[in-house]
C-alpha cells in the first residue's frame, strides 16, 4: 500500500513537473508564446490542416498530439494496460467533446494553456481558472447526483488500435506535407494545408514537438495526469493526489520562463489572448463542465484514446469537428475579443450540458453497486 500511495503521488507530480518545463521550452524552438502545449489549440490547427475550417493564421499538423496519443500506447503495451474497449454512451461523448472545444476556443485554450498562460504572466487566465473551477464544480454536483455515462466493455483489439493509427497518418501527413497543386492565386489546394502566419505558422522542429509528446503521453498515462481530474476529485473525494501535478506544473513553467525570458505579466497584448472577463469565464465553464461530465481534460482523453478506449477517440473526434464549426461559423475568439457567435454557442453548449447532466443517470440499482472509486472510475474510465 505505501509504494503504491508514493507511486500515485509522484508520478503526477513528476509528469506535472516535466509539462512546465517543456513547455515554455517549445515556445523557445518556435511554438506561440503561452502556449508551449495546448490540446485545444493544437487539435484546433489540425483541423485546420485537414480543411476542416479555412482560417488560415491556425493551420498546422501539430505532432506534439500524436506524440501524446502514441507515447500512452508505447506506456499502455509496456505496462499492459493497453484495453481496448468501447459502449460507454460514445455519441454523447462526441457531443460533449464538440462542446468542450467550443468553450475551450472562446476562451482562447484548454486547461493545459490555461495554466501555461497564468505562469507566463498572462492574468486573464485567472478568470479562465476561476470558470474552469466553476464548470467541473457543476459536473461534481450532477455526478453525486447519479450522472453517469455507464459502463465500457471489452472490444477487438482492432478498435484499440484506430486512434493511434490515425495519429500515424497525420505524422505522416506532417513530415511528407502533400500538395495537390496551386489554386488560381497561388495559394495550395491541399490536401494539407499550412498557415503562412499567425499562431499556426509558429511551431518547433517537429522532431522536438514528436519527442515532447512522446514523452508526456507516456509519463501522463503512468501518473493518470488529468488537470481537470485533480480538481474533480479534490471537490468530490477531498483527495489531492493529481493536484500536486497542477501545482507542480505551474511551479515548473513560471521558474523556466523566468530563466527563458517568456514571462510578461499584465492583463493587455497577451499573445493569442483577450482581456473579455465574461467570455473568458463563461467559455471555461462550458468547457470545465463538458470535460467533466466527459470523464477527464482533453489531454487525459487523448491518453485514454492511446491506451485504447474508443468513446475517448469519439470525444477526440468530437473536439477536431467542434473545432471546424467553431471557425466555419464565427464562434471562435481572436485576440480582438469573442467571435460574433461565440457567447450565443457557450450558452447553447451550457443548456445542453446541463440537459445531460440531469437525463444521462444511472438508476437507483446501478447506484447502489457503484460507491465509492469504483463510481468515479466509471466516468474517469
Not at 493564421?57 to 500506447?73: A, K
Not at 523566468?258 to 493587455?268: M, Q
Request: glycine residues 16%; proline residues 6%.
Amino acid at each position: 500500500m505505501k509504494k503504491y500511495l508514493t507511486e500515485m503521488l509522484t508520478w503526477p507530480v513528476l509528469t506535472g513537473l516535466v509539462v512546465g518545463v517543456l513547455a515554455p521550452v517549445l515556445v523557445k524552438l518556435g511554438n506561440p508564446h503561452n502556449m508551449g502545449v495546448c490540446v485545444a489549440c493544437f487539435t484546433r490547427d489540425i483541423a485546420g490542416a485537414l480543411g476542416f475550417h479555412r482560417t488560415g493564421s491556425v493551420q498546422y499538423l501539430r505532432p506534439e498530439i500524436m506524440g501524446i496519443v502514441l507515447g500512452s500506447l508505447a506506456a499502455g503495451l509496456v505496462f499492459r494496460e493497453f484495453r481496448p474497449r468501447t459502449g460507454s454512451a460514445p455519441l454523447v461523448r462526441f457531443v460533449l467533446g464538440f462542446f468542450a472545444m467550443i468553450g475551450a476556443l472562446v476562451f482562447l485554450g484548454c486547461p493545459w494553456r490555461a495554466y501555461l498562460r497564468l505562469s507566463g504572466g498572462d492574468w486573464n487566465a485567472l478568470y479562465g481558472i476561476l470558470g474552469l473551477a466553476a464548470g467541473i464544480g457543476a459536473g461534481v454536483g450532477f455526478l453525486k447526483s447519479g450522472f453517469s455515462l455507464g459502463r465500457s466493455r471489452p472490444a477487438a483489439p482492432a478498435l484499440g488500435w484506430m486512434m493511434p493509427a490515425i495519429m500515424v497518418g497525420l505524422l505522416l501527413l506532417a513530415v511528407l506535407a502533400p500538395q495537390s497543386g496551386l489554386a488560381a492565386d497561388g495559394s495550395p489546394t491541399g490536401p494539407v494545408f499550412f498557415s503562412t502566419q499567425g499562431p499556426g505558422s509558429q511551431h518547433a522542429p517537429w522532431l522536438s514537438s514528436l519527442g515532447v509528446g512522446l514523452l508526456l503521453g507516456f509519463l501522463a498515462q503512468r501518473s493518470r495526469f488529468c488537470t481537470v481530474g485533480a480538481l474533480r476529485d479534490v471537490m468530490l473525494f477531498r483527495e489531492t493526489h493529481l493536484l500536486g501535478g497542477i501545482v507542480a506544473l505551474m511551479a515548473a513553467a513560471f521558474v523556466t520562463n523566468v530563466v527563458l525570458g517568456e514571462f510578461h505579466a499584465g492583463f493587455e497584448n497577451q499573445p493569442v489572448a483577450h482581456s473579455n472577463v465574461l467570455w473568458n469565464v463563461g467559455g471555461m465553464v462550458l468547457a470545465g463542465l463538458a470535460f467533466t461530465l466527459a470523464g477527464g481534460c482533453p489531454g487525459r482523453q487523448l491518453i485514454l484514446s492511446g491506451e485504447g478506449d474508443g468513446d475517448a477517440a469519439l470525444f477526440v473526434l468530437g473536439m477536431l469537428a467542434g473545432a471546424g464549426a467553431a471557425h466555419n461559423f464565427n464562434m471562435a475568439s481572436s485576440p480582438a475579443g469573442p467571435g460574433a457567435y461565440g457567447p450565443a454557442a457557450t450558452l447553447v453548449g451550457l443548456v445542453i450540458c446541463t440537459v445531460l447532466g440531469f437525463t444521462m443517470r444511472e438508476v437507483p440499482e446501478q447506484r447502489a453497486s457503484a460507491t465509492g472509486w469504483g463510481a468515479a472510475s466509471q466516468v474517469s474510465k
